[in-house]
């Protein structure tokens, strides 16, 4: 079983930056593709970004491509989301997930956290 905490959103200006934290529980974590996902009001979740058991491979949606990097520490069990130059359209709750294949299929992965709300004002 492998717990999921999000942590670091809020509120940033247009152009400004978040870093959120995911922060697991679990020994087979280091094991795990992670990914970032997302869900505005009133739209489906979408993916955002994952990164393989090792960090060695990365994939990003089109629309964070440049802005967004995704990285982890597992000696920390912690994996990151570096979010620079945001934009108002990146408002959302913002959800990691593990335990899935690397892929960018939300219901592949059986491990959720809570989500964090990230609000970005123009």
């Known amino acids: 079983q492998v717990q999921l905490v999000e942590s670091g959103g809020g509120l940033v200006q247009a152009g400004g930056s978040l870093r959120l934290s995911c922060a697991a529980s679990?020994?087979?974590?280091?094991?795990?593709?992670v990914g970032w996902f997302r869900q505005a009001p009133g739209k489906e979740r979408e993916f955002v970004a994952l990164?393989?058991?090792?960090?060695?491979?990365?994939d990003y949606t089109d629309s964070v491509k440049g802005r967004f990097t995704i990285s982890r520490d597992n000696a920390k069990n912690t994996v990151y989301l570096q979010m620079n130059s945001m934009k108002p359209d990146d408002t959302a709750v913002y959800y990691c997930?593990?335990?899935?294949?690397?892929?960018?299929?939300?219901?592949?992965?059986?491990?959720w956290g809570q989500g964090t709300q990230v609000t970005v004002s123009s």
């Open positions: 990164i393989s058991w090792s960090g060695g491979r990365t």
């Open positions: 679990g020994r087979t974590f280091s094991r795990f593709a």
């Open positions: 997930a593990a335990g899935g294949p690397e892929l960018r299929i939300a219901g592949l992965y059986p491990y």
